[in-house]
């Protein structure tokens, strides 16, 4: 008689057992890549909203002179004494587009001055010249022209150089008020005067003269909106402060421009919050699912014949207990009772015979 070989030993676990097993590896490795997830500080933003972000470390400013030094620039002249400006000489350079530099005449920039408190008699016909000619300038002009973005090192280091030029600034205004203008009588148009800091301008602001209010903004002394404008350099304004008379660039133009980065993160808010919630939610459905099935399949095994057997071979079996019964009991002290020791003599003769 031939018996046939199995092609492959038997399993240890059954089919059910095996597939309880891979589905409990699947769980810790779920459990092991959220324990990862949570691990991450930027996974709870959506909970506790995103931290501050760093500021950007701003550049050395000390080399710049933020304070009115006496004799600097002055233009207190004898009677008999003028100015006189010089041409530049033509180059082979492209020159800059109209719009990039301020259309007035060239005496108007001329009677500007870097290095004094408040506004001269001439400076103050100046400014009215800018804000008339910013002001009659179409909607949205400077911003289209694609104004040049010079740092706050630059400007404060050559003003002579950029006055009248066209520069774009990025961002936060900190105080937004009504200009009131020395000379102007009440007729005239309002303007607005912004105090706006860069990243690169440390603790020394900016001084943005704008010809109109912006619609999503409010005169307040104290705020924190993220703006970008585009407008022209007029001159190193000399304002008052706790330290002294401070210098800050003038900047001319028509109207700030909001950073909508509020609305932006609070939708991206909303869209991590919906994905958080539905891989939560499908977790959650995977592993109430496994758990279903475990449950179901130990009651289905509970009712079943294997586990009749199973439970069979550790409970004695009627007939063992029918058999240990009927058994006899014997006190083990009273099971030498009835012994008599050999005598000696008798084992000492069978010994020697």
């Known amino acids: 008689m031939r018996f046939q070989q199995p092609a492959s030993p038997p399993p240890y676990l059954n089919r059910k057992d095996q597939y309880r097993l891979l589905g409990l590896c699947a769980m810790l490795l779920i459990v092991m890549l959220a324990i990862r997830e949570a691990a991450r500080p930027e996974t709870w933003n959506w909970i506790a909203g995103a931290p501050e972000q760093e500021l950007t470390p701003v550049e050395d400013l000390e080399d710049i002179s933020h304070l009115l030094e006496p004799g600097r620039g002055a233009r207190n002249l004898a009677p008999d004494e003028f100015i006189a400006v010089q041409t530049a000489a033509p180059t082979d350079q492209p020159a800059a587009p109209p719009q990039q530099r301020l259309d007035v005449a060239p005496e108007t920039l001329a009677a500007l001055d ?111 909106t993220p703006v970008t404008v585009s407008g022209y350099f007029l001159k190193r304004f000399g304002y008052a402060t706790t330290e002294g008379a401070t210098l800050a660039p003038l900047i001319v133009t028509q109207r700030f421009h909001s950073v909508p980065t509020i609305a932006q993160d609070r939708e991206q808010t909303e869209n991590i919050t919906t994905y958080v919630v539905a891989v939560l939610g499908a977790i959650s459905l995977v592993f109430g699912g496994m758990l279903w099935m475990f449950i179901r399949s130990d009651r289905k095994f509970a009712g079943s014949h294997l586990a009749e057997l199973a439970r069979a071979a550790h409970e004695p079996q009627p007939a063992d207990l029918e058999a240990i019964a009927q058994l006899q009991a014997i006190d083990p002290a009273h099971a030498f009772e009835s012994f008599t020791p050999p005598d000696v003599d008798c084992v000492t003769e069978s010994k020697t015979s």
């Not at 009131?180 to 943005?208: C, L, R």
């Open 114 to 224: 870097d290095n004094h408190l408040g506004w001269k008699q001439g400076e103050v016909v100046a400014l009215q010249a800018v804000l008339d000619h910013v002001r009659n300038l179409p909607s949205e002009a400077l911003e289209r022209t694609g104004a040049e973005e010079l740092s706050y090192r630059v400007i404060n280091t050559e003003p002579e150089q950029y006055r009248g030029r066209l520069v774009s600034l990025r961002g936060v205004l900190r105080r937004f008020e009504e200009f009131h203008q020395q000379g102007a009588d009440e007729s005239a148009p309002k303007a607005y005067v912004g105090w706006m800091f860069t990243d690169d301008s440390g603790n020394h602001p900016w001084m943005i003269l704008c010809t109109e209010s912006s619609p999503n903004l409010s005169i307040a002394s104290s705020m924190e």
